[in-house]
T-cell receptor, first 112, second 110 residues
Framework: NAGVTQTPKFQVLKTGQSMTLQCAQD?????MSWYRQDPGMGLRLIHYSVGAGITDQGEVPNGYNVSRSTTEDFPLRLLSAAPSQTSVYFCASSYSEGVGAFFGQGTRLTVV | GQQVMQIPQYQHVQEGEDFTTYCNSSTTLSNIQWYKQRPGGHPVFLIQLVKSGEVKKQKRLTFQFGEAKKNSSLHITATQTTDVGTYFCAGDQAGTALIFGKGTTLSVSS
């Protein structure tokens, strides 16, 4: 039982490049979310999903796309990386609304 | 949209002193959750409060949910160096994902 697995752990991108941050969970959780963490800003919600085929925007969705084709996976796509997207990205999952979430180890992304 | 505010942003205490962080929401919450993040780590779920006026304890940690379900607090009695980290509250409105406060970073000197 691996929990929530994020890959890669570290990534450096050049401005304008695109990439996908992977998130997978093996707990059969319906709810999955992506957050970014910046110093002094806490955890800000980017996108979330309440089940396969359903996604919605969070507080800071611009520049990011998501899809949820399976219960297990919730990838986050950066369309054209910008230095402002330099951050630590966390994926989280929970069994349902209103229960505690499990977080992945995070992906530290630097855009130069 | 929903906002969750948390104070203080930073707190330094001597080992053995008490510590409290406060959380306020702009809207009524279905429940409130608390998480701890150690330096360099990821957030770890501590507890969830659901009922108005609810109080829960975990050893030296006491969690409260306000009567109006718009505020909450976490109190640590007699802090230890293992309590170091950032404590986040997160509000949950029906049908949405968790919205986190900015966190309170606790440092403890021995």
């Amino acid at each position: 039982n691996a929990g929530v697995t994020q890959t890669p752990k570290f990534q450096v991108l050049k401005t304008g490049q695109s990439m996908t941050l992977q998130c997978a969970q093996d707990m059969n959780h319906e709810y999955m979310s992506w957050y970014r963490q910046d110093p002094g800003m806490g955890l800000r919600l980017i996108h979330y999903s309440v089940g396969a085929g359903i996604t919605d925007q969070g507080e800071v969705p611009n520049g990011y796309n998501v899809s949820r084709s399976t219960t297990e996976d919730f990838p986050l796509r950066l369309l054209s990386a910008a230095p402002s997207q330099t951050s630590v990205y966390f994926c989280a999952s929970s069994y349902s609304e209103g229960v505690g979430a499990f977080f992945g180890q995070g992906t530290r992304l630097t855009v130069v | 949209g929903q906002q969750v505010m948390q104070i203080p942003q930073y707190q330094h205490v001597q080992e053995g002193e008490d510590f409290t962080t406060y959380c306020n929401s702009s809207t009524t919450l279905s429940n409130i959750q608390w998480y701890k993040q150690r330096p360099g780590g990821h957030p770890v779920f501590l507890i969830q409060l659901v009922k108005s006026g609810e109080v829960k304890k975990q050893k030296r940690l006491t969690f409260q949910f306000g009567e109006a379900k718009k505020n909450s607090s976490l109190h640590i009695t007699a802090t230890q160096t293992t309590d170091v980290g950032t404590y986040f509250c997160a509000g949950d409105q029906a049908g949405t994902a968790l919205i986190f406060g900015k966190g309170t970073t606790l440092s403890v000197s021995s």
